[in-house]
T-cell receptor, first 115, second 116 residues
Framework: DTAVSQTPKYLVTQMGNDKSIKCEQN?????MYWYKQDSKKFLKIMFS???????INETVPNRFSPKSPDKAHLNLHINSLELGDSAVYFC??????????????FGSGTQLSVL | AQSVAQPEDQVNVAEGNPLTVKCTYS??????LFWYVQYPNRGLQFLLK??????LVKGSYGFEAEFNKSQTSFHLKKPSALVSDSALYFC??????????????FGKGTKLSVIP
């Protein structure tokens, strides 16, 4: 069974559209994340979310909104897509532990292409 | 803010030779350092971490990393490279992101190519 699963794997869409990427984890973890990997493979955190609170990265445009119906799911909704949003988006999860044990489990990624 | 730097975009090594992927860190306080590997079209996988204790940390797939406080480095090493080790390697540091949460901040990645 896949521990962290994302859908869709590939997403091709037009500028201005609204799209969502879904993520589910079956590890019983309390914390989930969204990361963006650009064309140069640079990986940057977008959001983290645990049982208590959504932690928003200030550099993320407010067109991006994470939604968590329960602790096993963290979906990413993107409004008014722009060309620069093209990237691979990774979902990840971890136990809510302290900084000495922050081991992440990653999904296989969603490659978003905005035309 | 905590950060890590990977000075090499790409490392090429012949199969069977030892490999080193470099990482330096900049943190305030005790560093909590990690290495992750990304195979093509896959998500990142945890390799190893340094929290405290021995400076030489052993991880998955025969990899190890050496923590050097004086040089603020955490280089990834393997005594004998395999073609299957070819992948993208990320160094990361854990930092507090607020409201009781922690996050990993990654370096820009180093592409390792092992040549048969």
């Amino acid at each position: 069974d896949t521990a962290v699963s994302q859908t869709p794997k590939y997403l091709v869409t037009q500028m201005g559209n609204d799209k969502s990427i879904k993520c589910e984890q079956n590890l019983g973890h309390d914390t989930m994340y969204w990361y963006k990997q650009d064309s140069k493979k640079f990986l940057k955190i977008m959001f983290s979310y645990n049982n208590k609170e959504l932690i928003i990265n200030e550099t993320v445009p407010n067109r991006f909104s994470p939604k968590s119906p329960d602790k096993a799911h963290l979906n990413l909704h993107i409004n008014s897509l722009e060309l620069g949003d093209s990237a691979v988006y990774f979902c990840a999860s971890s136990q809510e532990l302290d900084e000495s044990n922050e081991k992440l489990f990653f999904g296989s990624g969603t490659q978003l292409s905005v035309l | 803010a905590q950060s890590v730097a990977q000075p090499e975009d790409q490392v090429n090594v012949a199969e069977g030779n030892p490999l080193t992927v470099k990482c330096t860190y900049s943190v305030s306080g005790n560093p909590y350092l990690f290495w992750y590997v990304q195979y093509p079209n896959r998500g990142l996988q945890f390799l190893l971490k340094y929290i405290t204790g021995d400076n030489l940390v052993k991880g998955s797939y025969g990899f190890e990393a050496e923590f050097n406080k004086s040089q603020t480095s955490f280089h990834l090493k393997k005594p004998s490279a395999l073609v299957s080790d070819s992948a993208l390697y990320f160094c990361a540091v854990c930092e507090y992101s607020g409201a009781g949460s922690y996050q990993l901040t990654f370096g820009k990645g180093t592409k390792l190519s092992v040549i048969p």
